[in-house]
């Protein structure tokens, strides 16, 4: 289960503050994804990321943002603006070289009240 | 954008029996098509994938198949065991940039 992970397991956050994600790779891999996970909907794509220092918006972008300073950490931060930010969300990488698999971190659950 | 849909939501087998399950996508333009396992608080797991150039790819006891021209792929899960009881979700990416996942089927296997 090594090579790709999240932290923290679990937060809790009170409405209006904005909260960042954790997640880390030593796998090499060049693409990164931010996925969030709600009861009955499948996993959603928030943001992605090619190479470094470049991300593009999923379908579901607003009230996040993302960054890529290094190719190893692409965190996500959970904005005041996302109206319904309690979630499991994952962060996801890939070599998209020969294989488009993608390898899945263990999740934070994000409880905002 | 694509839409993927996944049928059925919920299902039950006897251990032994088959398990199929069936997703549907949108664009024709989308040529991968992966499957993944998530078990109960755990990540997803990536089980078997298909690329659009082949019809159909099996892995022991897993197989996917692919119908482009119908545009679905299924899932097919052969003499199940326990511990094939997970959720399943089928998904569909065009570039490996993007990946539209189906809505998850809970599988469970009664022993």
């Known amino acids: 289960d090594g090579g790709i992970t999240q932290s923290p397991k679990y937060l809790f956050r009170k409405e209006g503050q904005n909260v960042t994600l954790s997640c880390e790779q030593n796998?090499?891999?060049?693409?990164m994804y931010w996925y969030r996970q709600d009861p009955g909907q499948g996993l959603r794509l928030i943001y992605y990321?090619?190479?470094?220092?470049?991300?593009q918006k999923g379908d579901i972008a607003e009230g996040y943002s993302v960054s890529r300073e290094k190719k190893e950490s692409f965190p996500l931060t959970v904005t005041s603006a996302q109206k319904n930010p309690t979630a499991f969300y994952l962060c996801?990488?890939?070599?998209?070289?020969?294989?488009?698999?993608?390898?899945f971190g263990p999740g934070t659950r994000l409880t905002v009240t | 954008g694509e839409n993927v849909e996944q049928h059925p939501s919920t299902l039950s087998v006897q251990e032994g029996d088959s398990a199929v399950i069936k997703c549907t996508y949108s664009?024709?333009?989308?040529?991968?098509f992966p499957w993944y396992k998530q078990e109960l608080g755990k990540r997803p797991q990536l089980i078997i994938d298909i690329r659009s150039n082949v019809g159909e790819k099996k892995d022991q006891r897993i197989a996917v198949t692919l119908n482009k021209t119908a545009k679905h792929f299924s899932l097919h899960i052969t003499e199940t065991q326990p511990e094939d009881s997970a959720v399943y979700f089928c998904?569909?990416?065009?570039?490996?940039?993007?990946?539209?996942f189906g809505t998850g089927t809970s599988l469970t296997v009664i022993p």
């Open positions: 664009d024709s333009a989308s040529n991968y």
């Open positions: 990321s090619q190479i470094v220092n470049d991300f």
């Open positions: 796998l090499n891999h060049d693409a």
């Open positions: 996801a990488s890939s070599p998209r070289t020969a294989t488009y698999e993608q390898y």
């Open positions: 998904a569909a990416s065009k570039t490996g940039n993007q990946f539209y």
